[in-house]
């Protein structure tokens, strides 16, 4: 069988990696636009690394590429594909074009910020392609005053980051709260407070409408403010990166690659992972584009199972996400409130507790339940150490329709001496029930 993957970043490596174990005499090839494998610029700790040395043993991956015996060709960039003849049309040096049994496609995401104007600027960063080696950009390096735009999960990394890098940081989001994707307006006001008292400056409700270069600056212009910066870094606006496709008249609307359960997509032996699809959200038949890590590693892996005929099936999604922000390991799974009430009447509990009996550092979790059957819908949890893993927990539960007393009286660990976390976790159930008066 004869493999090709078209993208080597996290889906489509993971595919080729899969792929490997599992058809150990195939031939499979990858295929990748950019010089260098894309998963080392997307391991974010790395983005701002300028010197190679620094980049530990396990992120060699080409050597590891080459010990799988997987082909690659670097600078080769998929112009078209010819399904009736399972044929790809490639630019670059080497190959102009491959034959497939079956291909993955795998090319991610770009960024397009057509809503605000003078967004495709040449000095207008973009976080997904500019952020590699950003301590050597001639502009970066220069500017002190930094605007972000886009407060979701980007932005928030970003700025941190460029507050580490010794930058003055003004970060915008239209809307009334950070991270609204994933927390609601309560949980996002500990992250702002956090982020305020370290010296940024933050605007909220500020839709950016335009950005001028004036000189050797720019101006970012919303309905009421107007801010002058020495660069700007687009931190929103992830799209699938799909145009390669658009003459197969396959592509949903919003550009992303329909599939199916089993990651096929309508042409034939053609799969699509990572960023270009959709995923269910929850339940089946409410699909969400959710670009993230653990989705394009889970997909490129399931895509790999099913190239000799369907065999696994993938699962809806609970939007789990993660990430360290300001001094919060802040994670999210399932519905924010705001999401939720729009189909049910819920309740909220927010919970509070100290992780360590000395230094009282501070974990808050909030529940979001359908107030008629106390089943979980969403949990969002802050906390001063990394406590993520309790709502790793919470993907079955949530996935089968647990109700909040369900989850509380499962087997926890209780270790005399110690706090167990999950004690916490079955506190705040046991409040969620009681909220609902049962
Ligand atoms: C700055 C930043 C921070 C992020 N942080 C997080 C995080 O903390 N947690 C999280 O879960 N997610 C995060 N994400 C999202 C995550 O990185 C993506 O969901 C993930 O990289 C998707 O992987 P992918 O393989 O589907 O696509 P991509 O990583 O977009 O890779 C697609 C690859 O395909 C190549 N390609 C595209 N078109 C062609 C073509 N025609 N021919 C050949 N090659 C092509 C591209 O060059 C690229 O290498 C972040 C994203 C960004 C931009």
Excluded at 225 to 243: E, F, I, Q, W
Aim: proline share 3%; aromatic share 8%; charged share 20%.
């Amino acid at each position: 069988m004869k493999i090709v993957i078209v993208g080597a970043s996290l889906s489509g490596l993971a595919a080729a990696v899969k792929s490997r174990q599992l058809y150990p005499e195939s031939s499979i090839t990858i295929i990748e636009k950019s010089s260098q494998l894309a998963a080392v610029p997307m391991a974010l700790e790395w983005l701002f690394k300028s010197n190679e040395g620094e980049v530990p043993s396990y992120f060699d991956l080409l050597e590891q590429l080459k010990t799988l015996q997987v082909d690659y060709f670097l600078n080769h960039e998929v112009q078209s594909i010819d399904p009736a003849q399972k044929r790809l049309s490639l630019r670059g040096a080497q190959v102009s074009q491959l034959s497939y049994d079956c291909l993955i496609v795998a090319t991610g995401s770009t960024q397009k910020s057509h809503y605000i104007k003078g967004g495709h600027h040449p000095g207008v960063l973009l976080c997904k392609d500019d952020m590699v080696r950003l301590e050597e950009n001639p502009l970066f390096v220069r500017a002190k005053e930094v605007a972000l735009i886009g407060g979701g999960q980007l932005g928030l990394r970003l700025s941190e980051k460029c507050q580490s890098l010794g930058k003055h940081v003004h970060l915008f989001e239209a809307g009334e709260h950070l991270d609204f994707k994933h927390c609601d307006a309560d949980m996002a006001a500990l992250l702002e407070t956090s982020m305020v008292e370290s010296g940024l400056n933050l605007y909220l409700s500020h839709r950016v409408q335009k950005i001028e270069k004036c000189h050797d600056h720019f101006l970012i212009l919303t309905k009421s403010a107007k801010r002058s910066v020495d660069v700007v870094l687009m931190c929103a606006g992830l799209r699938p990166n799909t145009h390669f496709l658009e003459d197969q008249h396959i592509l949903a609307n919003d550009g992303t690659i329909p599939v199916n359960a089993f990651l096929e997509t309508k042409l034939p032996q053609v799969f699509a992972v990572g960023d270009t699809i959709k995923l269910d959200f929850l339940q089946e038949n409410d699909p969400r584009y959710l670009p993230l890590i653990n989705t394009a590693i889970r997909t490129g892996e399931i895509a790999a199972y099913n190239l000799n005929g369907p065999r696994i099936a993938i699962e809806p999604s609970v939007k789990l996400v993660s990430g360290y922000y300001y001094g919060w390991f802040r994670t999210a799974i399932g519905m924010t409130s705001d999401e939720a009430e729009l189909f049910q009447e819920i309740a909220v509990i927010t919970y509070k507790g100290s992780l360590t009996h000395d230094r009282g550092e501070e974990l808050r979790m909030k529940l979001i339940v359908s107030r008629e059957t106390g089943q979980l819908l969403g949990a969002q949890l802050l906390s001063a150490m990394d406590c993520s893993y309790l709502l790793q927990c919470l993907v079955q539960p949530i996935r089968l329709g647990m109700t909040d007393l369900e989850i509380a009286f499962q087997d926890f660990l209780m270790t005399v001496g110690q706090t167990n976390p999950f004690y916490h976790l079955h506190k705040a159930l046991l409040m969620s029930a009681s909220a609902r008066e049962v």
